[in-house]
């Protein structure tokens, strides 16, 4: 995809005070996610720059004056490149514009946030953070689950299911992705899933540990679907629906109490096809 930007380089460096950036996070969905600060500056915002994970309710939410841009990135298919991302936060910041780059969930989590902070630093324009909530958090508060247990999981891990060839990527922590007593959110997995638990369970995963697929968490159209490590890439793929999706894996994913002591090991030993698909 081809980008044009709205004025020569130029035009833009020639600036005017008042221009800054506020990198916001809009949280996993649900427009009631959003902190009372995100949804301030994006009232206020003169150009709003969104991510396509940015929900349609959250962008209503702008003001008349806003001018919005759909700044996506998918997986396949077209999408903008991040240097020209970069160049017209900064171009609109340096016209004295307040710029809002709206992404989907916390900023700071696998969102290329620091390359969007260094082009602002490095053109001189005040760039700020307003943390949103990740979509952990929020698939873990649709499951009604800490990703946090004092006797299950005494750390939590988010770790991103590609790399930028659209592989597993070689330096993730097999030691660390097999601790027992670890609650591992996989972010993107949808493509490379079935690859990162074969290497979970050659590291030592046990095999009925507990694994929830949460699709557009928090969102009309949220889906969940249970199974363990060993399962789950087979159960997500039979799920065959669209949306976002992230994978949260490890004894604290357990549906309850009762279900951590023994359920997890008899829904190991189902057919897959017996239970795939069933919502919740
Ligand atoms: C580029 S990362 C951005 C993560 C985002 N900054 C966050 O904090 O959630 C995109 C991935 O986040 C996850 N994701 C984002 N929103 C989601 C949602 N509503 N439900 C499930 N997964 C979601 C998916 O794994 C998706 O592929």
Same mark, same amino acid.
């Given at each position: 995809?081809?980008?044009?930007?709205?004025?020569?380089?130029?035009?833009?460096?020639?600036?005017?005070?008042?221009?800054?950036?506020?990198?916001?996070?809009?949280?996993?969905?649900?427009?009631?996610?959003?902190?009372?600060?995100?949804?301030?500056?994006?009232?206020?915002?003169?150009?709003?720059?969104?991510?396509?994970?940015?929900?349609?309710?959250?962008?209503?939410?702008?003001?008349?004056?806003?001018?919005?841009?759909?700044?996506?990135?998918?997986?396949?298919?077209?999408?903008?490149?991040?240097?020209?991302?970069?160049?017209?936060?900064?171009?609109?910041?340096?016209?004295?514009?307040?710029?809002?780059?709206?992404?989907?969930?916390?900023?700071?989590?696998?969102?290329?946030?620091?390359?969007?902070?260094?082009?602002?630093?490095?053109?001189?324009?005040?760039?700020?953070?307003?943390?949103?909530?990740?979509?952990?958090?929020?698939?873990?508060?649709?499951?009604?689950?800490?990703?946090?247990?004092?006797?299950?999981?005494?750390?939590?891990?988010?770790?991103?299911?590609?790399?930028? *060839?659209?592989?597993?990527? &070689?330096?993730?922590?097999?030691? $660390?992705? !097999?601790? %027992? /007593? =670890?609650?591992? +959110?996989?972010?993107?997995?949808?493509?490379?899933?079935? *690859?990162?638990?074969?290497? &979970?369970?050659?590291?030592?995963? $046990?095999? !009925?540990? %507990? /694994? =929830?697929?949460? +699709?557009?968490?928090?969102?009309?159209?949220?889906?969940?679907?249970?199974?363990?490590? &060993?399962?789950?890439?087979?159960?997500?793929?039979?799920?065959?629906?669209?949306?976002?999706?992230?994978?949260?894996?490890?004894?604290?994913?357990?549906?309850?109490?009762?279900?951590?002591?023994?359920?997890?090991?008899?829904?190991?030993?189902?057919?897959?096809?017996?239970?795939?698909?069933?919502?919740?």
């Amino acid at each position: 995809m081809t980008i044009r930007l709205e004025a020569p380089p130029a035009a833009a460096s020639a600036g005017r005070p008042g221009g800054g950036v506020a990198l916001v996070g809009a949280g996993p969905g649900d427009p009631e996610l959003l902190t009372v600060k995100a949804l301030r500056l994006i009232r206020a915002a003169d150009v709003l720059l969104a991510d396509n994970l940015v929900s349609p309710e959250i962008l209503r939410l702008a003001g008349p004056q806003t001018r919005l841009v759909r700044v996506g990135k998918t997986g396949h298919g077209p999408s903008w490149r991040q240097a020209d991302i970069n160049a017209l936060i900064v171009q609109h910041a340096l016209l004295g514009r307040r710029v809002v780059r709206l992404k989907g969930g916390d900023p700071s989590i696998f969102g290329r946030a620091g390359e969007e902070i260094e082009a602002c630093r490095a053109a001189g324009v005040p760039v700020e953070i307003v943390p949103g909530i990740t979509s952990a958090q929020g698939a873990a508060a649709s499951l009604t689950l800490s990703l946090t247990h004092r006797d299950h999981a005494r750390r939590v891990q988010f770790v991103t299911a590609h790399d930028r *060839d659209g592989v597993v990527p &070689a330096d993730l922590s097999w030691t $660390d992705l !097999a601790d %027992p /007593a =670890v609650t591992t +959110v996989v972010y993107m997995p949808r493509r490379t899933l079935a *690859d990162l638990a074969h290497r &979970a369970l050659e590291a030592g995963l $046990d095999p !009925a540990t %507990p /694994a =929830v697929a949460v +699709v557009s968490a928090t969102r009309p159209d949220e889906r969940i679907v249970r199974g363990c490590i &060993a399962d789950i890439a087979e159960r997500l793929a039979l799920e065959g629906g669209e949306g976002p999706a992230i994978v949260l894996i490890g004894r604290a994913m357990a549906c309850d109490e009762a279900d951590l002591l023994k359920g997890a090991r008899e829904r190991a030993a189902a057919p897959v096809a017996a239970t795939a698909g069933r919502a919740r």
